[in-house]
């Protein structure tokens, strides 16, 4: 058992230390072609500085995802239950989100009471739907459309998000929720991403007595829908 528990440390750090080092060996290159005078032509050096913003920034996000999973996974993350509306946290999610979809013309629509009330910890509902609503504007296709709807069960609350993106196979869909997992093919190469993210909603979810399911299909789109029922006090997702 120990040696499993080292050999899965041991893969974790390899994949966290590739997963920071191509950034930033990207960073450097770019840095480099300025130090080489590309700032001469300013439309390179934008470019060179455009490019390293967005590594930087894919590299803050796999930072903040790896300290919300390791404070999940070790109980250590202080959770502080409320009353909250679902609708508005789904709201204010759908408002960070659209400065990248407006500047691919991506359609966010609402579909949600106007109140949907759950005893949670507002951050983990805020963690959840921030990352499926980006997930669902970042693997859409321009002029796309995405759908969040937001219900009340008798259990608690069920949040949908669907997009009109590049969709995935049963193969790929089958991998998603792992650790560090990110689909890699043609239309994909593109994209940044932590690979933590959909990890983390699952585990968020189990929290909540709930499970993420994911419906997909290549070239038409991608449906996750999240079940959760009131949070319990503990902090074991097994």
Known sequence: MAQEKRQVRFQFLSVLVHELKA????????????????????????????????RL??????????????????????????????????????????PAARERAITIEMHAP?????????????IM????????VKYNRDGGRVDVTVSGTPQGATLEVNDTGIGMTKEETAKLFGEFV???????????????GLSIVRKLATLY??????????DVGTTFTVHLSAATTGNDVG
């Open 129 to 136: 739907l921030n990352n499926l609503v980006s997930n669902a």
């Open 114 to 126: 106007e109140l949907v009330v759950l005893q949670a910890d507002r951050g983990e509902i805020e």
């Open 182 to 196: 990110r689909i890699k093919n043609a239309k994909t190469r593109n994209i940044m991403g932590s690979g933590l």
């Open 57 to 98: 920034d894919g590299m803050r996000k796999l930072i903040v995802d790896l300290l919300d999973l390791t404070r999940i996974e070790s109980g250590q993350k202080v959770r502080e239950f409320a009353l909250v509306d679902v609708v508005e946290v789904a709201r204010a999610a759908i408002e960070t989100a659209l």
């Open 23 to 54: 950034p930033l060996v990207a960073v450097e290159g770019y840095l480099r072609l300025l130090q080489e005078g590309a700032a001469s032509d300013p439309e390179t050096a934008a470019r060179a500085v455009d490019r390293s913003l967005v």
């Open 209 to 218: 007595g709930g499970d993420v399911t994911v419906a997909s299909q290549p």
